[in-house]
Structure formats: structure tokens, C-alpha cells
């Protein structure tokens, strides 16, 4: 079995945005040689997702307005964790969005259905953020 690992970084210019990565997870794939097997993906940081779903701008609104009524960012003060930090609603984002996306890789290529792509979802941007790219197979 080989293994293979990169790390992406990304630096979100606001508090939160949504980045495609699908282009740059399939990269990695094609560096690694591996043809079966699956990728794993994960923020290496507990304040943003990794998540795969339809790259549709609608649904990316309405998961800013969803998240939002579920873990509003403001005010501050209604959040424990809020002390030294302001962003106790961005542990609570991740929490809902989920920490990792796991793919296989079939023929060298990620197995999606039609709609699928993998998304980086940053809840406390302005800052580098590393992603943990994962290759196991043959
Ligand atoms: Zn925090």
C-alpha cells in the first residue's frame, strides 16, 4: 500500500467564505500515483469544514443564513467561550458542518457523483488555515 500526504493552505480575506477545492484535491491525486484508494480531507483547525456538496452560489447563501440563525456570530457576549476569543460561533459552525470528507479514488480520479465537489468552509478567516490532504491506496 502507498501513502501520501499534503497540506493546502488557505487564507480566507473575511470572517467566512467557501472555497472549492476539488481541483487542488485531485491534484494531489495525481501527484501521489495512487489509482485505488481513498483520499481523506480535513482543516487542520477546529474553526472550519470540510464538506462536499453542489457548487451553486444559492446554496452557499443559504448555508451562510442557516448557520447563522442555528450559531449567530453576534453578540459576543452570549457565548462562555468568549473571553480572550470572539469566535465561539465558529466552533459551533464547524461542529454542525462537519470536521472531514473522505472520497475514493477509482482509476486515479475522485469517484463523485454528478454534483459532488469538496468545499473548505472557513468560520474565522483573515488568518493562513492549513488542510490536511490524506492518500492511502495502491
Ligand atoms: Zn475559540
Known amino acids: 500500500m502507498k501513502t501520501y500526504r499534503k497540506e493546502l493552505t488557505f487564507r480566507v480575506p473575511t470572517r467566512r467564505g467557501i472555497i472549492n477545492i476539488t481541483s487542488q484535491v485531485q491534484d494531489a491525486i495525481d501527484q501521489s500515483g495512487i489509482r485505488e484508494g481513498l483520499v481523506l480531507i480535513n482543516p487542520m483547525h477546529i474553526t472550519a469544514s470540510v464538506f462536499i456538496n453542489d457548487h451553486e452560489s444559492g446554496l452557499h447563501s443559504d448555508y451562510e443564513r442557516w448557520l447563522e440563525k442555528l450559531a449567530p456570530e453576534k ?64
Open 75 to 138: 453578540p459576543y457576549s452570549q457565548y462562555a467561550h468568549n473571553g480572550y476569543e470572539d469566535n465561539a460561533d465558529a466552533h459551533l459552525k464547524r461542529t454542525i458542518m462537519g470536521r472531514e470528507s473522505v472520497c475514493a479514488v477509482t482509476n486515479g480520479q475522485l469517484d463523485f457523483g454528478t454534483w459532488e465537489q469538496i468545499f473548505y468552509f472557513e468560520f474565522d478567516g483573515k488568518r493562513n488555515k492549513r488542510v490536511l490532504v490524506k492518500i492511502i491506496g495502491e
